[in-house]
T-cell receptor
Framework: QKEVEQNSGPLSVPEGAIASLNCTYSDRGSQSFFWYRQYSGKSPELIMSIYSNGDKEDGRFTAQLNKASQYVSLLIRDSQPSDSATYLC????????????FGKGTHLIIQP | DADVTQTPRNRITKTGKRIMLECSQTKGHDRMYWYRQDPGLGLRLIYYSFDVKDINKGEISDGYSVSRQAQAKFSLSLESAIPNQTALYFCATSDSTDLSGNTIYFGEGSWLTVV
């Protein structure tokens, strides 16, 4: 069964520090990976997508992908209280036939 | 206005009743999805549709049915609602021509409570 594993947290990080969120996946055929942010009671919103091994940076966010080790991570630099949310990782397998498989999410708390 | 609109946003219904959740999108995307979200269980795919003539079951389709009335409209029905279908439901869309990996965009969600 295709799965995505995330530590549910909560993960507490001081304001201004780096928050590190990790995700492992089971399907070696996975093609695309996504990080979504979800505030309580709201819809998930896309933060970043990554499909090649290595790092991808966008502002304060860096996604890291290691297909050999089957993990994807998200780093948030200079964490702000507004970053407090649940972060969902997701992947799409080969062929894109079945939507995204989501992890259960990591609850991140940025302490002022 | 939201690109992916869900109605109703909140609904309380009784066990055994039929309920329909509707979704419409203005993004021009060909693919549409219905997910449900439960605390501790994350987002789970119910049904997805690649176009008007293509409907596919997802991970948890039992007790649900869908209709793709047009490219822009995708509705989810609970034929006989039961309390464990109480959840937050999301409609979503993606563009099969999106070379960045078919990013999925979510609607605002519909809270459904079955009593």
């Amino acid at each position: 069964q295709k799965e995505v594993e995330q530590n549910s947290g909560p993960l507490s990080v001081p304001e201004g520090a780096i928050a590190s969120l990790n995700c492992t996946y089971s399907d070696r055929g996975s093609q695309s990976f996504f990080w979504y942010r979800q505030y309580s009671g709201k819809s998930p919103e896309l933060i970043m997508s990554i499909y090649s091994n290595g790092d991808k940076e966008d502002g304060r966010f860096t996604a890291q992908l290691n297909k050999a080790s089957q993990y994807v991570s998200l780093l948030i630099r200079d964490s702000q209280p507004s970053d407090s949310a649940t972060y969902l990782c997701a992947w799409r397998g080969g062929g894109g036939a079945d939507g995204l498989t989501f992890g259960k999410g990591t609850h991140l708390i940025i302490q002022p | 206005d939201a690109d992916v609109t869900q109605t109703p946003r909140n609904r309380i219904t009784k066990t055994g009743k039929r309920i329909m959740l509707e979704c419409s999108q203005t993004k021009g995307h060909d693919r549409m999805y219905w997910y449900r979200q439960d605390p501790g269980l994350g987002l789970r795919l119910i049904y997805y549709s690649f176009d008007v003539k293509d409907i596919n079951k997802g991970e948890i389709s039992d007790g649900y049915s869908v209709s793709r009335q047009a490219q822009a409209k995708f509705s989810l029905s609970l034929e006989s609602a039961i309390p464990n279908q109480t959840a937050l439901y999301f409609c979503a869309t993606s563009d099969s021509t999106d070379l960045s990996g078919n990013t999925i965009y979510f609607g605002e969600g519909s809270w459904l409570t079955v009593v």
